[in-house]
């Protein structure tokens, strides 16, 4: 059985009369419409960097790419027709092991490309240091149970005939020096659109999913009489840093050695900026449409470039992905469609609460069940579970709930908790590295009290356990690094409760008690540093001891009305259809 990738019609592949051959893939349809639809129709082109298809594919390091992953699924869901260009990764972004000391230990990730993707017979060319670089494609289709395709492109430098150094250009996501990564933006951007055109793709408009791949801008230019109102109409850019140091840009001389002058250097500096190519300001400088990932990034977003019209397109999450198969069942029964139609978990009340709790607790014996065989450590099906997992890095604060060690122990002898956190740290990343041996260092001082764990390894696969596992989700950014932040919402999915910092998408989706905590003041109340801290800490170890363990163990049911509100105030909204929907009529159309 098949489904018309256009309309989504079942068919049987043996009956259809309809077929097209191309890129080495037959594809099946009910009509020639639909087969001529499929061939001809103009797509939306989204570039990016890292992509989080699923952890067989390790073409990703954090949020940025499994958001991507989840546009992708959305987009397949609700058949948007998109086309995806990436880079390859070869060999993937790093696995991680620890050390019994904490030490985190890097090593490649060897995966073959070929099992689960097919080579296209195109190849590209694109000039670095002078040097013509063969580029080919990897073609990967993600296809919807609804039938909506969506193929990717990974782009591939592994080329015969390349030089060994060009050979590695796409082998590691986010490695190498400065001169590395402006050849892979070269590959992603300039590469991309040829490779898009090579393989017979039409595009109705090129969405930049952050900085990296603005040189297609470039070859747009050069493709459209280098007419910047053109090459606007056509882009789309969504930046995704809040902080002017995460920015790629790249001195002249390293760029007029790379890249060459493909385009006159005093044009490149008008649309780049003047001192350094600026890959955020020459997308912002040739995109239509420029948005932030929350309202409070884009607030933030403004200033830190003034005089740019950037509008707010909330991130959300791939619900079906995101929700573990407990509360998969439950929706099914209460809620059908939901998977489709996310906002269907508004009516989240109609689902009996004992159903709800029951739900839970299979997810979370299924991530303690992980836990033990990860780690030797038994966790208590019984106890409070909080979870903090994702990139370690200094502004993610990991470290925030050992803030004050004698307190935390207290509040543990009035009422149980443990805690589970994850997260790699990148190989440059120093600090981050630091962060994971001091949580290490912390883990054997309360070894005696409190049950911590820090398992190996983080992936999207290990995030679903966790968001869905854990009974609050804990989350202590320094405001305003956190341009959105995405796992939250993946516990709201699965009732899990957020205890967060208000910075990112929070911001947006909390009401304090209701659909969760606030840990420190609103950013409007504009405090000092000191008083921030002062307050976030308070809020932290006081609504612990004094709200949040109560309600746990005394409780229960103004717990599961919180779990609910999660689901029908959180998670109908901050998923990705919701998101997609709104690039679609805002930015695409
Ligand atoms: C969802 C996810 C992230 C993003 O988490 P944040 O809350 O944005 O820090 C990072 N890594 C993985 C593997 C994820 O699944």
Redesign the pocket.
């Known amino acids: 059985m098949f489904r018309d990738p256009i309309c989504g019609m079942s068919l049987d592949e043996k009956e259809t009369e309809f077929k097209t051959q191309v890129r080495g893939r037959t594809y099946y349809f009910c009509s020639e419409y639909c087969k001529h639809t499929f061939s001809e129709e103009k797509r939306i082109a989204y570039f990016s960097m890292e992509i989080?298809l699923t952890d067989d594919i390790p073409t990703y390091s954090?949020?940025l790419g499994?958001l991507a992953g989840d546009t992708i699924r959305s987009s397949a869901d609700l058949k948007i027709p998109l086309v995806v260009v990436s880079l390859i990764s070869r060999k993937g972004y790093l696995k991680q092991e620890i050390t019994k000391e904490g030490k985190q230990i890097e090593h490649p990730v060897e995966w073959t490309p070929s099992k689960f993707m097919n080579e296209l017979p195109t190849q590209v060319r694109v000039q670095i240091q002078g040097r013509e670089v063969e580029i080919k494609a990897w073609l990967y289709d993600h296809q919807s149970l609804t039938g909506g395709i969506v193929p990717i492109l990974f782009l591939d430098t592994d080329v015969e005939g390349n030089t060994p150094e060009d050979r590695e250009i796409t082998s590691f996501l986010y490695g190498g020096d400065e001169r590395y990564r402006l050849k892979q933006e070269i590959v992603l951007g300039i590469g991309g659109i040829k490779m898009l055109e090579a393989a017979g793709f039409k595009i109705r408009k090129y969405h930049m999913n952050e900085g990296h791949p603005s040189l297609l801008t470039l070859e747009l230019l050069r493709k459209n009489d280098m007419n910047p109102d053109k090459v606007r109409d056509l882009c789309i850019f969504t930046t995704h840093t809040p902080v002017e140091a995460g920015h790629d840009k790249f001195p002249y001389d390293v760029v007029q050695e790379i890249l060459g002058e493909i385009i006159p250097l005093k044009t490149l500096k008008k649309f780049g900026g003047q001192d350094r190519l600026n890959m955020t300001r020459l997308a912002l400088n040739l995109s239509k449409y420029v948005n932030g990932v929350t309202k409070r990034h884009k607030d933030f977003s403004r200033k830190l470039f003034p005089g740019y019209h950037i509008s707010a397109i909330t991130n959300g999450v791939h619900s079906f992905t995101w929700t573990c198969d407990s509360f998969r069942k439950l929706y099914d029964k209460y809620l059908p469609g939901w998977a489709n139609e996310p906002e269907l978990l508004v009516r989240v009340d109609g689902i009996p609460d004992e159903e709800i709790w029951q739900a839970h607790i299979e997810a979370k014996e299924k991530l303690l069940d992980f836990v033990y065989k990860k780690t030797d450590v038994n966790l208590d099906r019984d106890v409070l579970t909080l979870g903090f997992a994702?990139?370690a890095t200094a502004y993610?604060r990991p470290d925030l709930l050992f803030s004050d060690v004698g307190k935390l122990k207290e509040i543990n002898s009035k009422g149980r908790i443990q805690v589970i956190f994850a997260g790699k740290a990148h190989p440059k990343d120093l600090s981050g590295k630091q962060l994971i041996e001091e949580i290490y260092g912390y883990i054997e001082k309360l070894r005696n009290v409190m049950k911590i764990v820090y398992l190996e390894d983080?992936?999207?696969q290990m995030?679903a356990k966790l968001t869905s596992g854990v009974d609050v989700w804990l989350?202590t950014p320094l405001p305003p690094l956190e341009a959105?932040?995405?796992?939250?919402m993946?516990a709201a999915h699965n009732g899990v409760i957020n205890f967060s910092v208000l910075d990112g998408w929070w911001v947006e989706g909390w009401i304090e008690g209701v659909t969760g905590w606030a840990i420190g003041p609103h950013p409007s109340e504009q405090l000092s540093t000191e008083e921030t801290k002062i307050r976030e800490l308070d809020d932290l170890y006081n609504k612990l001891e004094y709200i949040i363990i109560p309600m746990f163990y005394q409780k229960r049911d103004e717990w599961i009305k919180m779990m609910e509100n999660s689901i029908g105030k959180i998670a109908y909204y901050f998923n990705s259809h919701r998101m997609m929907r709104r690039y679609v009529t805002e930015a695409y159309l």
């Open positions: 989080g954090g949020g499994v994702r990139r993610k983080y992936d999207m995030a989350n959105s932040g995405t796992s939250g993946k």
